[in-house]
């Protein structure tokens, strides 16, 4: 089974604080997401990564920056965290860009930030 | 633009009922659509897809899902609905609009179904 662990489950930070979210998949996934949640919203994409090094903005990329060094490894980075900025905090992965791909998704990160 | 709509907010059905949790769509080409459930506090769980063949799909938990073309619906659906199915329900559609996209999907806001004893 496809495995993607997200580094915490709670976080409560600071205003203006830097914050890093880490999400590890153990599938050899090419591309990786970061979505955030929130009641009424859905699901917003916020990057993704389609392979070591590279990336893409998603629908609201701002505020936020990503890292992927390795192939398993996709980090979402607030570089100055603000209130509304708190958010359920999903990452997810696929094998390949196919169409038929499947989403695999971690457990969320639910991020406070007073 | 392509769309997914899912126009409830929340579903109520007794246990034992059948459920239908629904869809709609807009795309250009030809549509993949996604189910997925979440439960409380978790991420979300792939329930079942279409790609290609058959219009009924049938997915995860005993649940299924009808493609419809012409009315633009895949709609999820259950024939017995238990207490534990309550959860969180996305619909989603691959965006095929632009190549180098393909990777998105486009996400409904969700419907919450909530299923009495």
């Known amino acids: 089974d496809v495995k993607v662990t997200q580094s915490s489950r709670y976080l409560v930070k600071r205003t203006g604080e830097k914050v890093f979210l880490e999400c590890v998949q153990d599938m050899d996934h090419e591309n990786m997401f970061w979505y955030r949640q929130d009641p009424g919203l859905g699901l917003r994409l916020i990057y993704f990564s389609y392979d070591v090094k590279m990336k893409e903005k998603g629908d609201i990329p701002e505020g936020y920056s990503v890292s992927r060094e390795k192939k398993e490894r996709f980090s979402l980075i607030l570089e100055s965290a603000s209130t509304n900025q708190t958010s359920m905090y999903l990452c997810a992965s696929t094998r390949t860009s196919g169409y038929q791909e499947t989403q695999y998704f971690g457990p969320g990160t639910r991020l406070l930030v007073l | 633009a392509q769309s997914v709509a899912q126009p409830e907010d929340q579903v109520n059905v007794a246990e034992g009922n059948p459920l239908t949790v629904k869809c709609t769509y807009s795309?250009?080409?030809?549509?993949?659509l996604f189910w997925y459930v979440q439960y409380p506090n978790r991420g979300l769980q792939f329930l079942l897809k279409?790609?290609?063949?058959d219009n009924l799909v049938k997915g995860s938990y005993g649940f299924e899902a009808e493609f419809n073309k012409s009315q633009t619906s895949f709609h999820l659906k259950k024939p017995s609905a238990l207490v534990s199915d309550s959860a969180l329900y996305f619909c989603?559609?691959?965006?095929?609009?632009?190549?180098?996209?393909?990777?998105?999907?486009?996400w409904g806001l969700g419907t919450s179904l909530a299923v009495n004893p």
């Open positions: 989603a559609v691959r965006d095929t609009a632009n190549a180098g996209n393909n990777r998105k999907l486009i």
């Open positions: 279409y790609i290609t063949g």
């Open positions: 795309v250009s080409g030809n549509p993949y």
